[in-house]
């Protein structure tokens, strides 16, 4: 380690008194001047060095080693500069009066000073991004309270989905839909997979009210109706295999609309697993093949949630906590379209107007969801932050 470094570093174990991190404003910014994150960058930098000269890493520390050195990264670029900074006010104190020298070394300054704001602005953004996994998950969009209404705007919310999935070039597939007499759909399911699926999609789990006047009756009255979504991970045939004979496989011909290729083609599959009862079902595609491939991706996830339940004796723990009981005034996002507004209730989240625009599922949406998992972030920061500090607080007290 250089001695400028070190020196660095130095400074920031000398701080007195440090406090645990007050609750930020709204705007989730890091106050990157308080000394307690400061401690806690620094106390980064230890560890980075720590990792890096080990010979021998586990799995967990090459991947804890991988995970701050871009924050670790930017550090260096901040250390840099406050040492080039300190030089020049060193050179400005030798030079006495010569003022072009003086001149030259101001604006000297003022260019490592603008640099370090936007090292400053990059290391914020390290900070808040949000971790995004290569994987899937399975999407159910279940019409709530409102009647017909709600099956109608299930549709939609459906639609909005599968089409977002395509937007961020995902991997898409329906895997069921249950529709409603006049063009809704009472419950319906998708398969998505992708870089960020998991995490994005994990933001749209809850209960989404609409607001509007129904299709479905005259008068002007504005309608307010619930469809719930639960988001579970999807499940790999690695971590749930299924034996044959737990199985009972169907095909039929497909049901609905389709037209003759549908009428004439035993695409429809049927699955049910014995031991359980589970059944699902998936006639969407034109594919036999494709159809039972979805049916057993939706029954493993189905049956792998139903296992880890049973093993935390928490019965529809995910489910219940995502979707709660569908009641109007359990929401998590509102759709008002009279006043043409998607207003999101969470912590991290606003009010985005052109609702139309959002429900097309293309960059409205994004920057939504990616507004609430910065905010998460924020808060995992921040509650690293405070235990850090705390654990650092005891450990120097019993040494005094």
């Known amino acids: 380690m ?19 991190v007050r609750r930020y404003s709204s705007h ?31 799995n967990e520390e090459t ?3 991988h995970e701050i050195k871009p924050i670790v990264n930017v550090l260096e670029q901040r250390i840099s500069l406050f040492d080039s900074i300190d030089s020049l006010k060193e050179l400005n104190k030798r030079e ?13 300054a003022q260019i490592y000073l603008s640099r370090l704001k936007e090292v400053d602005s990059d290391l914020q953004a390290i900070l808040l991004e949000p971790n995004l996994t290569q994987g ?29 999935s395509k937007y961020k070039n995902w991997e898409v597939d329906i895997a069921s839909i249950e529709k409603s007499d006049i063009g809704g759909i009472r419950k319906g399911s998708l398969l998505v997979q992708g870089l960020g699926a998991p995490e994005l999609m994990r933001m749209e789990a809850g209960v989404h009210r609409v607001q509007r006047i129904p299709v479905t009756e005259k008068g002007g009255r504005i309608h307010t109706s619930t469809v719930s979504v639960a988001v579970l991970p999807l499940a790999t045939e690695i971590e749930l ?12 011909r497909a049901s609905g609309a389709g037209g003759q290729h549908v009428n004439t083609t035993d695409s429809a599959v049927r699955i049910t697993h014995l031991p359980t009862g589970t059944v699902v079902e998936c006639q969407e595609g034109r594919s036999q093949i494709k159809n039972k491939q979805i ?14 339940e049973e093993q935390t004796s928490k019965i529809n723990s995910e489910r219940k906590s995502q979707i709660g009981s569908s009641n109007r005034n359990e929401k998590i996002r509102t759709y008002n379209y009279p006043q043409d507004r998607v207003t999101e209730h969470r912590e991290g989240g606003s009010t985005t107007h052109s609702l139309k625009t959002f ?20 808060q995992t920061i921040m509650a690293d932050i405070n235990e850090f500090i705390a654990r650092y607080k005891a450990e120097t007290t019993g040494k005094n």
Do not use: C
């Open 63 to 65: 991947k804890r080693l």
């Open 28 to 58: 989730d910014s890091i106050n990157l001047s308080d000394p307690a994150i400061q401690t806690y960058l620094k106390q980064l930098v230890v560890e980075h060095d720590k990792l890096h000269t080990k010979p021998r890493k586990t």
């Open 136 to 164: 899937g998950v399975l999407i159910e969009v279940t019409a709530g309270a409102g009647g017909q209404e709600s099956m109608l705007f299930a549709k939609e919310l459906f639609n909005l989905y599968h089409e977002y």
């Open 2 to 20: 250089s001695l400028t470094r070190l020196t660095f570093l130095r400074s920031f174990w000398k701080l007195e008194n440090i406090k645990l």
């Open 295 to 308: 049916a057993l991706q939706k029954l493993r996830t189905l049956l792998l949630q139903k296992q880890e």
């Open 241 to 252: 295999e299924i034996p044959d004979k737990d199985l009972s496989i169907e095909t039929k």
């Open 96 to 108: 006495g009066k010569d003022e072009e020298i003086k001149k030259m070394i101001k604006e000297e």
């Open 359 to 378: 429900m097309e599922g293309g960059e409205q949406l994004e920057e939504l969801q990616e507004s609430l998992l910065r905010h998460q972030r924020y």
